[in-house]
């Protein structure tokens, strides 16, 4: 079984045997590793292009420079996605400069984090949480 992967440099889409670890997965295009699990500052093609081609579980963080809960929880974000490398893509899309994405996901507060899989929305929560409360939420859909 194999799964589907965005780089997160190039944005080539990525074919890898499903393994429950990896030692060492690089991009077929520009050679990055894949292992990276840093969140990628998003937009709205960025998103799409992941939501659409990714099998990994999505998960968005819909933010604003202004949001002290936003600023509050980006180091907890950053540090739950360094668990999840190659199990879920982390995104961090600024909501101030992707308004069309906030009024078309209806997100009427922030941080907004929603997790889309197999390209829908499964779940969101709003306001800030710790990493453990993140790493927890998303492990329900690994």
């Given at each position: 079984m194999n799964v589907n992967v965005?780089?997160?440099?190039?944005?080539k889409v990525n074919r890898l045997p499903k393994k429950e670890t990896y030692a060492k997965a690089n991009c077929g295009e520009c050679k990055a590793s894949l292992l990276d699990?840093?969140?990628?500052i998003g937009n709205a093609s960025i998103m799409a292009k992941y939501v659409a081609n990714?099998?990994?579980p999505v998960v968005v963080d819909f933010w604003a420079p202004w949001c002290g809960p936003c600023?509050?929880?980006?180091?907890?974000f950053e540090k739950a996605a360094t668990a999840f490398a190659l199990k879920a893509q982390f995104m961090k899309i600024n909501s101030d400069d992707e308004q069309t994405l906030g009024a078309k996901y209806n997100i009427s507060g922030i941080p907004c984090v929603i997790l889309f899989k197999e390209g829908k929305e499964v779940d969101?929560?709003?306001?800030?949480?710790?990493?453990t409360q993140i790493e927890a939420w998303v492990r329900k859909y690994i």
């Open positions: 965005v780089c997160p440099q190039c944005l699990a840093k969140p990628v990714s099998d990994l600023l509050q929880m980006a180091p907890h969101r929560f709003t306001g800030a949480r710790d990493s």
